[in-house]
């Protein structure tokens, strides 16, 4: 059945992304959806107390939700945000933000349109 994607935990790959201190899991939503919808499990690599670079994302839709631990985040014209396990945010399009700092078992779903898309530092 096209568009059809099966994930289960037991056979997740871990793999680099965006950021060197995470690891993400495909949830094969691209893959389903012909790269309209991605989805992402992102994991920790330990704790973290050291700031990201301040950046943005061309996309049309980004939300974040915290399955475990807790990250913290800067967002233009809104200030210091944490996100605790059962926390969501949306993310609009273009918003300046940076990761502050994260537990060491943190652990969120990033659902994103489209599933690829550029980031830029500021």
């Known amino acids: 059945m096209s568009g059809f994607v099966l994930s289960h ?9 965006l950021r060197g201190y995470f690891a993400y899991r495909d949830l094969g939503v691209a893959e389903a959806t012909g790269g309209r919808v991605g989805a992402h499990v992102i994991r920790a690599r330990g704790a973290s107390e050291t700031a990201g670079e301040t ?12 399955l475990r631990g807790w990250v ?39 659902i994103t349109l489209p599933a690829e898309f550029a980031t830029a530092t500021v």
């Open 55 to 66: 950046h943005h994302h061309a996309l049309e839709f980004q939300l974040v939700y915290v």
């Open 9 to 17: 935990e037991r056979d997740a790959v871990w793999d680099e992304g």
């Open 72 to 110: 913290e985040f800067e967002y233009a014209d809104v200030g210091r945000v944490r996100l605790e396990a059962g926390s969501s945010v949306v993310q609009p399009p273009g918003i300046h933000h940076a990761e502050l700092a994260h537990s060491d078992d943190l652990e969120l779903l990033e």
